[in-house]
C-alpha cells in the first residue's frame, strides 16, 4: 500500500494505525467501501466490493475504535457477529477490552438475540442495543437480557442522545459501519466527524444505496490522506473547520 496524498518521503511505508489514529477520545468516523460509481454494494452486500487492503484499513479501523455502530439492517444483512481479538490489536488496545463492543441502532428492536453477536460477546464488550421510547417494551425487556440497553430518543432513535450516552461509558471513539440510513442520520444530526471511504475499482449500477441516504446536509470536509493498492483507493476526510 503506497501513500499517494500528502507527498510521502521517498521509500516511506504506511502505517495504518497511524495514518488513521483518532484525533482525541471522541470522534464519530463513518468508514465505508464503494464502486467508482458511488454504489456501496453489488448483490446486496458490500463485500463483493471489498480486496485484500480493504479488509486490511477494515481491521485497523475496528482495532483502534471504542465501540462499532451499525444498523439493524445492516447486521442482518452482513451477518454481524461480535468483534473478535486480534493479536495486532493488542498495542492498539492497550488498557481497553480485547476487541471493541458492537452497537445496533434498531427502533423495532427486530434482532436473533439467540445469534452469536449476543451470545459470545468478548468480555469487557457486550453488544449494545441502541433504541428508543416507542420500541415494544416486551422486546427490550428480552433485549436487556442479552445486551447492555441504550433509551435514546421517544418515538425514534436519538442518535445524538446514543453518541453522548456512549461516550459516557468511555466509549467515545466510534466507528460506524453502516448503513447509508444509518450514515444519513448521522450527517443529518451533524456527527460525522470523519469519513473513511474506499473506492473500488468497480462500476456496479442499478439500484445500489449511495454512503448517504436521508435528507440533504452539506458538510464540509479536508482530505487528509489517499492510499492506494491494487486500484483501490483508501481515503480519509476530516470535518473542516472552515
Known amino acids: 500500500m503506497r501513500l499517494l496524498h500528502p507527498a510521502p518521503p521517498a521509500g516511506t511505508d504506511v502505517d495504518l494505525a497511524l495514518a488513521y489514529a483518532y484525533p ?3 470522534c464519530v468516523r463513518v468508514n465505508m467501501v464503494a ?29 483502534l475504535a471504542d465501540v462499532i455502530l451499525a444498523g439493524a439492517e445492516t447486521v442482518r444483512s452482513e451477518g454481524y457477529g461480535p468483534a ?28 436473533d438475540l439467540d445469534s452469536p453477536l449476543f451470545t459470545e460477546a468478548e468480555p469487557g464488550a457486550r453488544t449494545i442495543v441502541v433504541t428508543c ?17 441504550i433509551v435514546a430518543g421517544d418515538d425514534r432513535v436519538d442518535l445524538a442522545a446514543a ?24 450527517a443529518a444530526a451533524d456527527l460525522v466527524d ?4 474506499t473506492v473500488s475499482p468497480m462500476l456496479v449500477g442499478g ?13 464540509r470536509l479536508r482530505l487528509a490522506h489517499v492510499l492506494e493498492e491494487d486500484g483501490f483507493l483508501f481515503t480519509r476526510y476530516i470535518r473542516s473547520s472552515s
Open 207 to 219: 439500484s445500489a444505496a449511495r454512503v448517504l441516504d436521508g435528507p440533504d446536509v452539506l458538510a
Open 24 to 26: 482525541g477520545p471522541r
Open 84 to 111: 473478535r481479538p486480534r493479536e495486532s490489536w493488542r498495542a492498539l488496545r492497550e488498557g481497553r477490552p480485547a476487541a471493541p463492543a458492537v452497537a445496533v441502532v434498531t427502533r423495532s428492536l427486530e434482532l
Open 133 to 149: 421510547g416507542a420500541a415494544p417494551a416486551d422486546r427490550r425487556a428480552r433485549a436487556a437480557g442479552r445486551a447492555d440497553v
Open 194 to 197: 470523519e469519513l473513511c471511504l
Open 163 to 186: 453518541v453522548r450516552e456512549l461516550g459516557e461509558r468511555g466509549l467515545g471513539r466510534v466507528l460506524c459501519e453502516g448503513g447509508a440510513r444509518i450514515n444519513g442520520q448521522l
Open 35 to 63: 464502486s467508482a460509481d458511488g454504489g456501496i454494494w453489488l448483490k446486496g452486500l458490500s463485500g463483493g466490493l471489498s480486496g485484500t487492503g480493504d479488509r486490511r484499513v477494515f481491521g485497523v479501523l475496528r482495532g
